[in-house]
């Protein structure tokens, strides 16, 4: 069964940098059908899709934040990893690691498997 | 940038009544190759969103056949045919066109 655990800091300082990694267990980050993502949810408000990247490193961004996103792959540990810059109070949010399969001849991608997410506040 | 919007964003059902949410994009979620790109996910208190419907109509793996959803081009629908208490949470569309976007949500409680 697989299983996506998020890790990182539960607390960040304003203007620095926010470090999260996703551990993926009972699956292989490799497969080439798969994309992997980080969705947040900021408190009451619905999800944001932030980035994935496929284990090539093949990445895509949400244009609002793709100056300040960097995501990446890596294969030997089986996790992907997120960087957030110059954070502030807005970026205080549960964030969650997904998988996105490709369904069908299209290759359609959902969000099909989900970690437990973590909560991030940023604050001084 | 494409816009989704929800309605109603909360409703009461009385067990085993129907239950109907309503989303709408900002541009035709209808592909060229005749699908439209739109999913809808249920996030229960305390977890992650779950995933009911891909591609406007498909169930996903092991979701009941009371879930289903219907619509094309700007307009789509999840009707849940006989709400059970099990079904309360927050109901989120999500466009996959053009990268990927949720709705607000639609919150469903017990009446």
């Known amino acids: 069964q697989l299983q996506l655990r998020e890790s990182g800091p539960g607390i960040v300082r304003p203007s620095e940098t926010l470090s999260l990694t996703c551990l993926v267990s009972?699956?292989?980050?490799?497969?080439?059908?798969?994309?992997w993502a980080w969705i947040r949810q900021p408190p009451g408000k619905g999800p944001e899709w932030l980035a994935s990247?496929?284990?090539?490193?093949?990445?895509y961004y949400t244009p609002s934040l793709e100056r300040r996103l960097t995501i990446s792959v890596d294969t030997s540990k089986n996790h992907f990893s997120l960087r957030l810059n110059s954070v502030t109070a807005t970026d205080t949010a549960l964030y969650y690691c997904?998988?996105?399969?490709?369904?069908?001849?299209?290759?359609?991608?959902?969000?099909?498997?989900w970690g437990r997410g973590l909560l991030v506040a940023v604050s001084s | 940038d494409i816009v989704l919007t929800q309605s109603p964003l909360s409703l009461a059902v009385t067990p085993g009544e129907p239950a109907s949410i309503s989303c709408s994009s900002s541009?035709?979620?209808?592909?060229?190759?005749?699908?439209?790109?739109v999913d809808w996910y249920l996030q229960k208190p305390g977890q992650p969103p779950q995933l009911l419907i891909y591609?406007?109509?498909n169930r996903a793996s092991g979701v009941p056949d009371r879930f289903s959803g219907t619509g094309s081009g700007t307009h789509f629908t999840l009707k849940i045919s006989r709400l059970e208490a099990e079904d309360v949470g927050v109901y989120y569309c999500?466009?996959?066109?053009?990268?990927?976007?949720f709705g607000p949500g639609t919150k469903v409680e017990i009446k």
């Open positions: 997904a998988r996105q399969d490709c369904r069908g001849d299209i290759c359609y991608r959902t969000f099909d498997y």
């Open positions: 009972g699956d292989s980050i490799s497969s080439s059908f798969y994309y």
């Open positions: 990247v496929n284990y090539r490193g093949a990445s």
């Open positions: 541009q035709s979620l209808l592909n060229r190759n005749g699908y439209n790109y």
């Open positions: 591609l406007g109509s």
């Open positions: 999500m466009q996959g066109l053009l990268l990927w976007t």
